[in-house]
């Protein structure tokens, strides 16, 4: 049984190894007018968000236009912004308060329609965590919190080392696998079924909404869900003061391969993906939007 | 009454607000980053006795700066802040990478962001002093008030006596601290929302320094100290404890160890394991701690009730002493302690060298007089003690902490002399009580005063392959084998020292007929620049002799490989096999040929060829030439290709020869065709010229033109008007070697035939301008005696006539007369530093550097010199860069390399 065991694992390891990716298209973007990190795609990808090195400020990149519009100029605004599902972008903004010296965050809500910001969290003391559902979205923080609707569907985010699920209003919360450090980077896939977070000292993992773990897919970072299978993550190294080497990965999410979409002298970093497209930048700010083709 | 009422309500008020404070409802969260972790490549490991390099119980940066954390972490909490930690152990899975750290502080809410780190020179030279860095340039931090974080922690630290500090403490925005970093700035602060700042506490690599770091009350201290920064930042004074430490050193006396730079204070023993103890003003004991065995005499005492104390030290060998001690709330109080060691005897020497007694032999002439004493000493006073007779002028050096006194000749003493040396009561130890009795010795010196040179590799002005090049030292006996690589120092242009590669460095054995020490380098110099290799006064022999004076040669390195696209290749030398022994003259003395993969030049391989070293020269020519194996031992082969080539009498032969220094000769032989020599007797003499290629005195690749001598030993040329058959290579030993080697083994690659380079002026073609050209063209005006004559035609104009003999004395008065212009040196410059490394090569997207310290920046520079592309960082984009050949600049905070780098899309 055991022998027949490993005989099935090994043919399907085979077959998984025959998956074959294929880049068909490679599009440079802004180049030439500015560098740009921390892009973020829209669900649909037509859209994507970049910050400036820092995530301070916050701008919009309509693909289709190439225009640009300037969400907010804030700083913080680029590090976490989320889309929502009713194509609003959320993020959050810092700002050091003069007397105390205390950091302050503020919830904002930029509306495509009105094309400005709201205030939807007013600044408090503390950790604002974005929570995006595929119905809702909410940000939580240590004082006050802010949601569209108590049910948004299944949504995620991490605090310390939980990871936080919420379904349609019931939060439960699951420490997979141990971190001291804490977890970051959580998302639900498209299908709603499964969750990619990552665990500082760990990686990348993969569970059940239940915070069963399935799969542990290495020590990358900034894992974020090509499509239900898939999932894009960022692999890089450095001397403890500067970066010597960035990648971009594509991983199978139940941890039986991974491909490099990009060399690890390419300093390719900060993925994302939306509609069918992989955006990420390179250390000194060099946007690229690709497609790709999965062989399987 | 009323007004006490209301005033005592807004004072409970007031009271509960800040209780509030202090339960941590509104405190600030403080994001602590231990730098480094995991004792792996991007940690820093510095290596001091008693530990091993890389054992992780010896000092590690990544351990410090735990410790210092662990430290900050529970002052903060014990005043109410909240903290996060980026790691709590010291394993490659809590080394989390950059972009990981800033997410989890941003995530974490954090008010304040430290990172923990301490520095280091990364050169020779040292220092120690705090630096406080935080993102943007200096004065405009992108985090609103970091450098005001920055600034309350560098005064905290600041205080710190129980260091030796080399200058105050620093502030500066990265951006500005490294300009050429392009605001790429540190990674632990891009994209990080706190304010945030990362500290250099000390430098770790000032060895004193060091050993403090492995003190946990030490480490606590700074972290104590970075507490009261961040209470200073935030305007807290609520806290009620405070705490002193201090280091212990022996009043006195030089440390034990002490190979390593030292300032100040550092230069004495620290005391080990000595008792501490904390005591009220009645001398009632509160508290005690202990010095540790690691060399740094440091102790503490924590989280104390402000007021006054008294703080006793004891240990066994040294004088009990007390001091007062006020703590205040919030502070840092730093106490030392200056202990006097017990001495209750008066000196004595108890050792001494030389011991020598007439009738003894006598001793080298570098002979050092060495005294031990049975105290440590007062150096001043046993300095003036001491007299030797007849006068020498020379140096003392005080060892093992003051207990041991050695005077050194500053040269040699004289050969064949008696000394007389005395030590007079006036030598006193550190308590003050001075010698009994007058103590003398005697010694009498031999004859030989100096290590003689025989030979060293590069020469004066030689021209050496820029790869693998090997540098040797030989010398009439056996080289001391210790400490050479700080004697044999090789530099480039602007003085950067070359690294070794000391695994396959040689030395020479007692069987050895001579001393030596041969040193592969393993950087690769830059073709066209010119390098120095110095060999200091100090290298010495077996013996203690050394050099005379300091030498110092200065070579070119040189592409030996260069295409010569005007030359003709005779034989490649790919394949042994085709290679046979001229029977004649082998004898069974011959040496071997096989195929070298390894080392070559051109093509897939070279010929190697080992040959016993024994018969003369002059026999081998003889026998050569006469076909006569009686003579030999000499080694003669040849090849098909060889065998079947001719050479034109306006043409020279040119050969790649890979040089073991083993003075052997390599020849090319050949015989004339029309045997219409320009001299008639001996036919055999001038039908059979040789190109000679001259003594292999060096290593390396070399690329020689050979020099046309007859067997007669006679230099000359070859007669322009005939062809001459090319017969075979043969190898002897030099007449003139200045030692035999018992064996050689040589390269040779690619063999070629061009037309003879024209020296303008050089008449008779040995390759030189001198009066005997002019003596040649006026012996054909005369006499009409060609014989001698290759180029006599000066000017060009078909005849030789008088204006030909003014040309060649122009060319001897100067170069404005028409001498060979000089070669133009290239720009790009040799690496010179292989801690930096650089890759990939080739590279088409990123070429990266990394380095053991901070990469400020890099230029890309084509190979004429010129700047292609400047960047900040470690990181070079060559995406858009044409393919090519390049030369990458690193700039680290100490110094600067060159590295060759390809591109390649």
């Not at chain 2, 209470?231 to 006396?253: E, L, P, T």
């Not at chain 2, 540098?471 to 950067?496: A, F, P, Q």
């Not at chain 2, 990266?848 to 960082?873: C, F, K, Q, T, W």
Request: charge should be negative; proline fraction near 5%.
């Amino acid at each position: 049984m055991k022998k027949t065991l490993l005989l099935l694992m090994w043919a399907w390891a085979m077959i998984a190894g025959a998956q074959q990716v294929t880049v068909t298209s490679s599009t440079p973007l802004l180049r030439g007018i500015e560098p740009a990190f921390y892009p973020t795609l829209s669900p649909s990808g037509d859209r994507l968000l970049y910050s400036d090195a820092d995530a301070h400020g916050l701008k919009m990149l309509d693909l289709a236009t190439s225009k640009v519009a300037t969400i907010s100029e804030e700083r913080g605004a680029g590090f976490d912004a989320k889309w929502s599902n009713d194509g609003h972008v959320y993020y959050v903004t810092s700002m050091v308060d003069e007397k105390s010296r205390l950091v302050y965050r503020t919830g904002k809500r930029y509306d495509l329609s009105r094309q400005v910001s709201d205030v939807v969290l007013e600044p408090q003391h503390g950790a604002v965590h974005l929570e995006s559902g595929a119905a809702g979205m909410a940000m939580h923080g240590d004082k006050r919190s802010f949601s569209t609707s108590p049910k948004r569907g299944v949504s995620v985010y991490t605090t310390g080392s939980q990871l936080v699920v919420n379904i349609n209003g019931k939060e439960n919360r699951y420490t997979p696998v141990e971190s001291y450090a804490g977890y970051l980077w959580a998302s639900v896939s498209p299908a709603g079924d499964k969750v990619a977070f990552f665990a500082a000292g760990r990686g990348i993992v993969v569970t059940t909404l239940q915070g069963k773990v399935l799969a542990e897919l290495g020590n990358y970072e900034m894992p974020c869900w090509f499509n239900n299978d898939y999932i894009v993550a960022q692999n890089a190294s450095d001397d403890g003061y500067q970066y010597t080497s960035s990648q971009i990965l594509l991983l199978k999410a139940d941890g039986t391969w991974r491909h490099e979409l990009t060399p690890k002298t390419s300093m390719t970093m900060q993925p994302t993906a939306g509609g069918g497209k992989i955006a990420y930048t390179t250390i000194d700010g060099n946007l690229t939007v690709i497609t790709i083709d999965i062989n399987q | 009454m009323k007004k006490f009422f209301y005033t005592l309500a807004l004072a409970m008020v007031v009271a509960v607000f800040f209780s509030a404070i202090a339960a941590g409802d509104y405190m600030p969260h403080v994001y602590i980053n231990p730098g480094h972790g995991g004792h792996e490549s991007d940690d820093r490991n510095v290596v001091i006795y008693p530990f091993a390099a890389g054992d992780t119980s010896g000092y590690w940066e990544s351990n410090s700066n735990l410790k210092k954390g662990f430290a900050l972490n529970n002052c903060l909490r014990a005043k109410g802040y909240t903290t996060s930690m980026s790691r709590v152990t010291n394993d490659a899975n809590s080394d989390l990478a950059l972009s990981t750290i800033v997410a989890l502080c941003n995530s974490s809410g954090a008010d304040i962001f430290y990172a923990i780190h301490s520095n280091a020179t990364g050169v020779p030279s040292r220092r120690n002093h705090i630096l406080g860095l935080y993102r943007g340039p200096t004065g405009s931090p992108v985090v609103p008030n970091s450098d005001v974080l920055a600034s309350t922690l560098m005064q905290r630290l600041q205080v710190n006596a129980a260091a030796v500090w080399t200058s105050n403490y620093q502030i500066a925005g990265d951006f500005t601290f490294y300009p050429d970093w392009n605001n790429q700035g540190l990674g632990v602060l891009r994209g990080n929302h706190a304010v945030s700042m990362l500290s250099e506490g000390s430098f770790h690599d000032y060895i004193p320094e060091t050993y403090r770091l492995m003190n946990d009350n030490y480490c606590w201290m700074e972290g104590w100290n970075f507490s009261l920064g961040a209470d200073d930042y935030f305007g807290y004074s609520f806290f009620d404890k405070g705490a002193v430490a201090g280091n212990i050193r022996d009043n006195r006396m030089p440390r034990v160890i002490n190979d390593f730079i030292m300032f100040g204070d550092d230069n004495r023993e620290p005391v080990s394991n000595a008792t501490v103890i904390l005591m009220d003003m009645n001398d009632t004991p509160l508290d005690t701690c202990y010095t540790d065995d690691m060399y740094n005499g440091i102790y503490a005492f924590k989280m104390l009730d402000p007021g006054t104390y008294k703080i006793k030290v004891e240990q066994e060998h040294y004088f009990p002493q007390t001091k007062e001690v006020t703590i205040e709330a919030n502070k840092s109080k730093y106490c030392n302690f200056d202990l006097a060691r017990v001495r209750e005897t008066p000196p004595e020497v108890i050792n001494y060298t030389p011991v020598w007694h007439e009738g003894d032999a006598p001793l080298k002439a570098n002979t050092p007089v060495v005294f031990e004493f049975n105290w440590d000493m007062n150096t001043e006073a046993t300095e003036a003690a001491f007299h030797i007779e007849p006068a020498v002028e020379g140096h003392f050096r005080w060892e093992d902490s003051n207990y041991r006194m050695v005077f050194e000749p500053n040269d040699a003493y004289d050969v064949n002399t008696l000394y007389t040396v005395t030590l007079d009561t006036t030598a006193e130890h550190g308590g003050g009580m001075r010698l009994q009795q007058p103590f003398t010795l005697q010694f009498k010196t031999t004859y030989r005063k100096y290590l003689e040179v025989i030979d060293i590799f590069p020469h004066q002005g030689d021209k050496v392959h820029y790869k693998n090049a090997i540098i040797e030292l030989r010398t009439d006996s056996m080289l001391n084998n210790s400490y050479y690589y700080d004697k044999i120092v090789l530099t480039d242009k602007d003085g950067n020292a070359l690294t070794y590669n000391r695994r396959n460095t040689k030395t020479g054995k007692n069987t050895d007929p001579f001393g030596f020490i041969r040193i592969p380098v393993a950087s690769t110099m830059t073709p066209g620049e010119e390098y120095t290799l110095t060999i200091y006064k100090e290298m010495s022999d077996t013996a203690g002799i050394h050099l005379p004076e300091t030498i110092v040669n200065k070579f070119i390195a040189v592409d030996a490989g260069e295409e010569k696209p005007d030359a003709t290749v005779i034989e490649g030398f790919e394949d042994a096999s085709t290679f046979s022994m001229v029977a004649a003259t082998s004898n069974g003395q011959e040496g071997t040929v096989l195929s070298n993969s390894t080392d070559r030049l051109f093509g897939s391989k070279s010929l190697q060829i080992k040959y016993p070293c024994w018969p003369p020269f002059d026999k081998v020519v003889q026998a050569i030439a006469t076909r006569d194996n009686a003579l030999g031992g000499q080694y003669e082969f040849t090849s098909t290709a060889i065998s079947e080539a001719t050479i034109a009498g306006n043409e020279e032969l040119s050969l790649h020869i890979f040089g073991d220094m083993s003075y052997v000769d390599v020849m090319i032989y050949l015989s004339s065709t029309d045997n219409s020599s320009p001299k008639s007797t001996p036919s055999w003499v001038y039908d059979h010229p040789i190109f000679d290629f001259g003594k292999i005195d060096f290593h390396g690749w070399r690329y020689v033109t050979g020099k046309v001598r007859y067997l007669t030993g006679e230099v000359g040329h070859l007669n322009p008007n005939k062809t001459y058959k090319i017969e075979s290579i043969f190898i002897g030993n030099e007449p003139e070697s200045p030692i035999k080697i018992s064996s050689a083994t040589i390269k040779l690659d690619n063999l070629l035939k061009g037309q003879k380079a024209w020296v303008r002026g050089d008449v008779n073609g040995d390759g030189v301008v001198t009066a005997t050209d002019i003596t040649e063209l006026y012996n054909y005006l005369l006499n009409n005696d060609d014989s001698h004559i290759v180029n006599g035609d000066q000017s060009g104009d078909g005849i030789i006539t008088a204006a030909d003999i003014t040309a060649v004395y122009g060319v001897l008065l100067g170069p404005s007369n028409g001498a060979p212009a000089i070669d133009p040196v290239p720009v790009p410059e040799p690496a010179a530093n292989s801690s930096v490394k650089v890759g990939p090569v080739p590279s088409s997207d990123y070429i990266m550097a990394s380095a053991p310290s901070y990469i400020m920046g890099v230029e890309l520079y084509d190979m004429s010199g010129n700047l292609v592309a400047r960047n900040g960082g470690n990181y070079m984009n060559v995406g858009s860069m044409r393919d090519g050949h390049y030369i990458l600049k690193v700039y680290t905070s100490n110094n600067v390399s060159s590295h060759h780098t390809i591109v390649k899309h």
